[in-house]
């Protein structure tokens, strides 16, 4: 076995082999890198030869053969993800006591296809080995009755809600990067329920006043901001 480094021009060299010998070449990928796609045989220049796990099998030299064409290509997958939330003030941001939305629907249209992916119980996702400088689509899609608050500040912005209409904005990776600001704040309109009830007991008297206590309560998961109750009178009343 004989080991070498690529020089900083990402050349290496073998010297003193045996014609008619089949080698095997294995290329070690540094950390964060994968080999690229496989795309013709050798001795085809210009392109990579190694196999998923970095290997080119069955070189054979004929007498005095200098091959200069067994190349390997890699890259650092990019990757992105973060949470969605339930935004309870509405006010799109990330706070404390603020609960997940676990089972979102979450889409990514990329270059390399359609990915899906549902949220966490804890509301976060994560999409991974993405290709660098290619454009990327994100889209959540909501349960009835959910609906998106508006987006605070920059997509690269943590803990805000960067979503609009259902989509981010599109998402640029630099190689290797991981991009954990994708977020989206969720709401579910105010659930109000009134009762009321008569607090007089017994036989009204004429001129005699009755009183009624009216609770408004609110059973939904988002803040309710200027309720307006009304207790109208009822036709032919006097």
Known sequence: TISVLTDQHGYYRFDG???GVPYTL???APAG???TMNTGSPPSPANSDADASGNVFGIV???GEHNSNIDAGFWRPA???NVVWLDVDRDGLQEPGEAPMPSVLVTLQSPQGVITTTTSPTGFYHFDGLISGAPHTVTFELPAGVEFTAPVGSINDPDNSDVVNGAAAVVVLAPGEHNPNIDAGVWTPPV???QKRNLTSGVVRPDQEIAYEIVARNAGQTLARSVVMTDPIPAGTV
Request: charged letters at 5%; a negative charge; zero cysteines.
């Open 33 to 35: 890198y994968q080999p």
């Open 17 to 19: 082999l045996f014609d």
């Open 26 to 28: 294995t290329f070690v």
């Open 192 to 194: 109000m329920t009134v």
């Open 61 to 63: 030299l004929a007498p």
């Open 79 to 81: 990757s992105f993800g």
